[in-house]
């Protein structure tokens, strides 16, 4: 991971009076930011010159993309509720590595599952059945086009849950570029993955029934992204 991480014009997507989204890069912390992370809400404190910035969405450590901060408490509360009340959409790209041809996989569809975090490891399951201390997830998915090592897939994150998106996927025998923790077979040279928070649609905390969409490229791009965009229609 990068040690020296900077925030500069160019990664601020939106930016009002009560909110702002950043362009989060691989590698970098939303909160409690250990070594060898970049310390995302310090960056943007220190960039805005303010005393606090507080992530309303939390995106994991190697993932890239939409992170939308809170500037004063009224907009933390009001952005808190529509995320509780479902008012955000939250889209993002992924590029899995490519499964055996035997494994039937429909074009789009929904996942549905309950996830089980294991606080020691880190790292969440997601399992069929409900049961006592698992949390609801749901996800819906279509996959854009494939090259000859990857799929290139368009999430909607219907629900927040802890590591959501890799758990599920994982749990289907699919494997998110890079992410070793749920079973990729190689690691990507930043320490990231290959999971990115493309888009992210928000009510407007200054201006009632108006809403803020915004739309992030890679960060990084490279020709595995450029391939992706090449499916993404316009």
């Known amino acids: 991971m990068n040690k020296t991480m900077t925030l500069d014009e160019s990664r601020i997507l ?36 303010i005393n606090k910035a507080v992530a309303v969405n939390r995106l994991d450590v190697p993932v890239s993309g939409c992170v939308l901060f809170a500037l004063n408490p009224q907009a933390l509360s009001f952005l808190n509720t529509a995320f509780v009340r479902n008012q955000v959409e939250k889209r993002y790209w992924a590029a899995l590595e490519l499964p055996p041809p035997s494994m039937e996989i429909p074009e789009s569809g929904e996942l549905v599952h309950w996830i089980e975090t294991d606080r020691q490891r880190n790292k969440s399951f997601a399992c069929n059945e409900e049961n006592k201390g698992r949390k609801k997830a749901i996800l819906r998915y279509r996959i854009l086009g494939q090259s000859d090592h990857y799929m290139f897939w368009e999430i909607e994150l219907v629900t927040g849950r802890q590591h959501q998106i890799r758990a599920q996927l994982a749990a289907k025998g699919l494997c998110i570029k890079g992410d070793l923790k749920y079973g990729a077979r190689r690691s990507e040279k930043n320490g990231g993955i290959r999971l990115h928070a493309f888009s992210l649609a928000f009510p407007d905390p200054l201006n009632a029934g108006q809403r803020i969409e915004v739309k992030s490229p890679p960060p990084e791009p490279d020709n595995l992204w450029k391939a992706f965009e090449s ?3 316009a």
């Not at 939106?14 to 950043?22: G, H, P, Y």
């Not at 989060?24 to 310090?42: I, Q, R, T």
């Open 231 to 233: 499916f993404y229609p």
């Open 14 to 49: 939106f930016r009002n009076a009560a909110c702002v989204v950043i362009n989060k890069l691989p590698g970098e912390a939303v909160e409690g930011a250990g070594p060898n992370m970049g310390d995302l809400p310090k960056l943007l404190t220190e960039y805005l010159h």
